[in-house]
């Protein structure tokens, strides 16, 4: 994992953060609930790619 998908990462991060705060005090609830849901996901697809690449890699050390 390189700097720039920690960067990524923690972006995201911060303007989920920023976006929901803002939603929650002008009293969107739910669109803040699912903003929040969104970067999840979001982050998750992109940690997805680097998971498959790990277990690619445990594969190649350990010959199965």
Same mark, same amino acid.
């Given at each position: 994992?390189?700097?720039?998908?920690?960067?990524?990462?923690?972006?995201?991060?911060?303007?989920?953060?920023?976006?929901?705060? @803002? +939603?929650?005090?002008?009293?969107? !609830?739910?669109?803040?609930?699912?903003?929040?849901?969104? #970067?999840?996901?979001?982050?998750?697809? @992109? +940690?997805v790619?680097?998971?498959? !690449?790990?277990?690619?890699?445990?594969?190649?050390?350990? #010959?199965?």
């Open positions: 994992m390189d700097i720039t998908m920690v960067l990524k990462i923690a972006g995201t991060g911060l303007l989920i953060a920023v976006a929901y705060q @803002i +939603l929650t005090k002008s009293g969107r !609830d739910e669109q803040a609930m699912l903003l929040s849901l969104t #970067g999840v996901i979001f982050v998750l697809m @992109i +940690l790619s680097e998971i498959g !690449d790990l277990f690619g890699e445990i594969r190649t050390i350990f #010959g199965i």
